[in-house]
């Protein structure tokens, strides 16, 4: 492997040319999960790894779905910081696409295809974060631990929730650096960037009515399609409860100082009625900002019936609930309860994950603003929930403090990468590479800034 060093401290064309190499060729190995196949990029990353002399080991549940860890070590005196990402992507139908999505094409200066936002890119940043480090050889202050896992796009069987699990001890840090948050950014704005510190939790839950069969030309009243009507337009009709968590009513009173009237007296106080009067508007308007600000439901499924001329004796249907880390799910699924129960509809909970959050204040948090401002127009970091799960959560839960950032600008369409012609510029591969390189070496104590 070519050094990624000149004079001692990064050569960025070389590591530019280095980062969009291994991203295309990443892309091209089909992770699409299910079923995933990770086992090819496994190997590609532990090929890299291998040649640039970094200790790593491949942990598997089921060998076709392997994780990989590799570690720089540190003097001890500072627990671990980890980089963690997934190999696997979701599906693309090449039909919807203008490349093909396994391409790993280079155009108007972007890599396109599945993954590249989400979040191969982040892997490969990650990666030139670490082999910078090795290189440059300075004595690191904690260990430096990159983790690749398979099927985060499924839930994790094969690959957090199991590493996390089984490996406990080789996934104890104090910090970590996942997916979830990115730079937002429109034409003439300098963007603000949306580290996630939190996440939302998942309840699934199956709502099931019961009532006589009969047939079609004899219709009855209160039968269980009915019930489960009534049930569902009692939930689409409750207002949604809005919550403002310390860590937003905090930013929004340092936010206070630097907007004006009447704005300035509002942020200032956000438990104020008058704020919550207009939070809550906001979020009964903004599809986002009620996803941000409360717990949500989506009726997932609604099945009945078999044939044309019958009436069906049950009805059943799937909420997908998000539950936000301010609410509990036991009060939320209170809630579907009183509108579904009069009905006789009944409850039953199908899935149940807590929401996971960590704490803002501290040195990776500063550490993390800092660097995205050196490197881009955005100078402020609002520290943002994540409205669906991520891998972060099962680190979470074993005490490590995770933030989800991708250290990329883009707008808001294209914050959702499971669409089509996915892609990232060049420009932001650069940008991640280096702001991953500033963190690494402040955290870790390697040394020089990009
Ligand atoms: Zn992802």
Known sequence: MDSLLADGTPAWRAVREFAARVLADYIRIDTTNPPGNEKTAIEFLARILAEAGIEHEVLSKDPSRPNLIARLRGDGSRRPLILLHHAD???????????????????????????????????????????????????????????CVSDEEQGGAFGA????????????????????????????????????????????????????????????????????????????????????????????????????????????????????????????RNDFARALMSSTFSVSAVKA??????IPASCEATLDCRIHPSDSATAFRRRVEDAARPEGVTVDVLLESDSTRSP??????????DALGRHSTAKVAVPTLFPGTTDNRFFRNLGVTCYGISPVLVGLDEMDAHGPDEKITLLNLDLGCKVMHDIVSEMCGTGQRG
């Open 89 to 147: 992507v979701v599906a693309a139908d090449p039909a919807e696409w203008k490349v093909g999505p396994f391409s790993g094409e280079t155009r108007d200066g972007a890599i396109w295809g599945r993954g590249a936002f989400d979040c191969k890119s982040l892997g490969v940043m990650h990666l030139v974060a670490l082999l910078l480090a090795k290189e440059e050889g300075a004595p690191l202050s904690r260990d430096l631990v990159f983790i």
């Open 305 to 310: 019936g078999a044939g044309e001329n019958q």
């Open 161 to 284: 929730r199991w590493l996390t699990e089984t490996h406990p001890e080789k996934c104890a840090a104090e910090y970590l650096l996942g997916e979830g948050g990115a730079g937002l950014t429109a034409p003439g704005r300098p963007g603000v960037w949306l580290p996630s510190y939190a996440e939302k939790g998942i309840l699934w839950l199956k709502l099931m009515s019961k009532g006589d069969a009969g047939h079609g030309s004899m219709p009855k009243k209160g039968g269980a399609v009915e019930r489960m009507m009534r049930a569902l337009s009692k939930l689409y009709k409750l207002r949604p409860q809005v919550f403002i968590t310390e860590e937003a009513e905090q930013h929004l009173k340092t936010l206070s100082t630097r907007v004006k009237f009447p704005w300035k007296v509002l942020f200032r106080r956000p438990r104020s009625g008058l704020t919550r009067a207009l939070v809550t508007a906001a979020a009964r």
């Open 360 to 369: 803002v204040d501290t040195d990776l948090f500063r550490v993390m603003t």
